[in-house]
């Protein structure tokens, strides 16, 4: 494995200090035996996390982390 590659990469961290300025970000929600990985941001009038689709749900995630950002060219981006 390339190293620097995960040292370069954003790290997981605790929720206390995840930005509530709106915002999206990408979080982890536990769930049974597992958990999700979902795009959320803070939503002020429930003073909670939500995710990012219609009607997004409120949310409980334990971590977050910023989302990456996407590749430079086109054809950066491996064909389909």
């Known amino acids: 494995r390339d190293k620097t590659l995960y040292e370069s990469s954003p790290q997981w961290q605790p929720m206390n200090n995840a930005p509530k300025n709106g915002d999206r970000i990408l979080v982890f929600q536990p769930a049974k035996g597992k ?3 979902l795009i959320a941001f803070y939503n002020e009038l429930c003073e909670s996390f939500v995710n990012d689709v219609p009607n997004g749900s409120m949310l409980t995630p334990k971590y977050w982390q910023p989302i990456p950002k996407p590749p430079k060219r086109n054809d950066d ?4």
């Open 77 to 80: 981006v491996a064909a389909n």
């Open 35 to 37: 958990g999700e990985v």
